[in-house]
């Protein structure tokens, strides 16, 4: 069946410096693809998505690219915060369906 | 437009006691979600409902029951907790004018059996 495969964690990093998460996946068909962000704390919220291949989401300055040649969709960020320390999770979905499958987590601290 | 709620916000349960999770959302969506968190393993969906009277299992349904009250309310029941069901539970529900697969999430109820 369909899967997500995400790096583990924790990713640490001091501010300024270049974020990159990995994502990877599996899947019959041609999926929506997502990047879920989870603060302390609360519930998961959508940071970005790309519905076909080649889009690029954004959001915050993250940026994804769905890369079907690869099945990657890789999460970037130039220049992080300490406020962006939280989990990201990568999903994607079926087009004939609003469920979502998700990778387990990549857990992200940033140090002033 | 509080859009998805849950209580409790925690919850300690003693092994076989029984309790519900209630979830509301008020963007009259369809479809709303029962998830499970844990650690190095995601989110594994629980039950889900595709609209208002209907349920369907999902990756992991062993142990729990669901209700869809009506459009807004969708509860999620242990009978018998086990250890095994110590988690964080999220509800969820898809935004329509987002498209496939955009979903909101409540802020989740922490849930340890001892």
């Known amino acids: 069946g369909d899967s997500v495969t995400q790096m583990e964690g924790p990713v640490t990093l001091s501010e300024e410096a270049f974020l990159t998460i990995n994502c990877t996946y599996t899947?019959?068909?041609?999926?929506?693809l997502f990047w879920y962000v989870q603060y302390p704390g609360e519930g998961l919220q959508l940071l970005l998505k790309a519905t076909k291949a080649d889009d690029k989401g954004s959001n915050k300055g993250f940026e994804a690219t769905y890369r079907k040649e690869t099945t990657s969709f890789h999460l970037e960020k130039g220049s992080v915060q300490v406020s962006d320390s939280a989990v990201y999770f990568c999903a994607l979905s079926d087009h004939n369906t609003d469920k979502l499958i998700f990778g387990t987590g990549t857990r992200l601290q940033v140090f002033p | 437009n509080a859009g998805v709620t849950q209580t409790p916000k925690f919850q300690v349960l003693k092994t076989g006691q029984s309790m519900t999770l209630q979830c509301a959302q008020d963007?009259?969506?369809?479809?709303m979600y029962w998830y499970r968190q844990d650690p190095g393993m995601g989110l594994r969906l629980i039950y889900y409902?595709?609209?208002?009277?209907?349920?369907d299992k999902g990756e992991v349904p062993n142990g729990y029951n669901v209700s869809r009250l009506n459009k807004r309310e969708f509860s999620l029941r242990l009978e018998s907790a086990a250890p095994s069901q110590t988690s964080v539970y999220f509800c969820?529900?898809?935004?329509?004018?987002?498209?496939?697969?955009?979903?909101?999430f409540g802020p989740g109820t922490r849930l340890t059996v001892l």
């Open positions: 409902s595709a609209s208002e009277g209907t349920t």
């Open positions: 899947a019959t068909g041609y999926p929506s």
């Open positions: 963007m009259n969506h369809n479809s």
């Open positions: 969820a529900s898809p935004s329509l004018a987002g498209g496939l697969g955009e979903q909101f």
